[in-house]
């Protein structure tokens, strides 16, 4: 669910007008975790969210 959440925030972000350093810098993630989440569009998030959590619990 975490991961949801920052994909929300990392959009919010942009559409703020933040450039993607300053977001990574402001969440402390790196360029390519916030390019990645702005490349997908909500439901590619949210499938991508459960098939990873669904991988790590096993």
Do not use: C, P
């Amino acid at each position: 669910m975490e991961k949801l959440l920052l994909y929300v925030e990392i959009h919010q972000l942009k559409n703020q007008g933040f450039k993607i350093a300053a977001i990574a810098k402001k969440l402390d993630i790196s360029r390519n975790t916030v390019y990645k989440y702005l490349n997908m569009n909500f439901d590619e998030a949210t499938e991508w969210v459960q098939t990873t959590s669904n991988r790590s619990k096993k």
